[in-house]
């Protein structure tokens, strides 16, 4: 008895997808993982260490100053993108003229690599020839904005260019969302009397809970994953005051020839990742069920 083609062609179809990621997906996640485990110092070492290296991981006070610095950018930079962009986006949903170009517009920073977003705030917020020479140009001697060399606040400045360039998207999301919503329930409300901002914010916004999801997990992806936007911005700097987990992940690895710890680091943002994700899919999958 033959197989029929549409039985077999979409798995062979998928087979090379499905073997690409388990090499290239799963199987370095395992090999960073044995590498975690060993003596790997400039090239890999299979020696076995144990959990030396996560000691000595979680002995440096670098690797805490990075963790707190992801923590703070992470938690501003996911709520002000979501915040913004639900507000824009239910400006939008007012059927606005012009909707199709401010889109667009509010789009267009999404669009860019986060190096080119990086190194256009490094100009902008540059004290000497940026926001802070400009205001001063126009009559303000004693404005002074230099955030970006500035140890206490050079994170804040992350924050502003990763929401600039991602608050469009969730924009993008949210109006999708809204304009799914059922008409004739907002009709209704109306009729009883409510008004806009009472519609939004008991009925609409709540029925936007899979997008809220949604949402959360993809900025939470992109601020996992802010390497080139801290490298063009403020290369980690002043000192250490910008250094999140994949500069140290990188540094470790590939410039100071720590292998072993730069692994260790890496499994340790897995973990994070993992530990922010599961709950958030488990209430998710709770809710709907």
Request: aromatic share 12%; glycine share 8%.
């Amino acid at each position: 008895m033959t197989m029929q083609p549409d039985r077999w062609l979409p798995k062979l179809v998928l087979s090379p997808t499905l073997a690409a990621s388990l090499l290239f997906v799963y199987g370095f996640i395992l090999i960073t993982v044995a590498l975690s485990f060993t003596e790997s110092r400039l090239l890999p070492n299979w020696e076995w260490a144990g959990v030396e290296r996560y000691v000595e991981l979680f002995d440096s006070e670098r690797w805490w100053t990075s963790a707190i610095n992801i923590a703070i950018f992470g938690t501003l930079f996911i709520a002000l993108s979501m915040a913004i962009g639900l507000l824009i986006a239910i400006l939008l949903d007012q059927k606005i003229r012009g909707e199709g170009f401010l889109r667009a517009i509010y789009l267009y920073p999404m669009a860019l690599s986060f190096i080119v977003s990086g190194t256009a705030w490094k100009w902008i917020l540059n004290p000497g020839l940026g926001l802070e020479k400009l205001v001063q140009s126009w009559g303000f001697p004693n404005f002074t904005f230099d955030w970006l060399v500035n140890p206490d606040m050079a994170i804040y400045t992350v924050v502003i260019a990763g929401v600039w360039q991602s608050a469009g998207f969730a924009m993008a999301l949210f109006l999708a969302g809204l304009r799914g919503v059922d008409s004739e329930i907002i009709k209704a409300a109306q009729v009883d009397g409510a008004s806009t901002p009472t519609i939004y914010r008991r009925i609409i916004i709540p029925t936007l809970r899979p997008v809220f999801f949604s949402v959360t997990l993809i900025l939470a992806h992109i601020a996992i994953k802010s390497f080139d936007l801290v490298m063009a911005l403020t290369g980690g700097g002043p000192g250490t005051a910008t250094d999140v987990p994949a500069i140290f992940m990188y540094q470790f690895s590939f410039s100071r020839g720590q292998l072993g710890l730069g692994a260790a680091s890496a499994v340790m943002m897995l973990m994070t990742v993992i530990a922010i994700m599961v709950p958030l899919m488990y209430a998710e999958t709770k809710s709907s069920g």
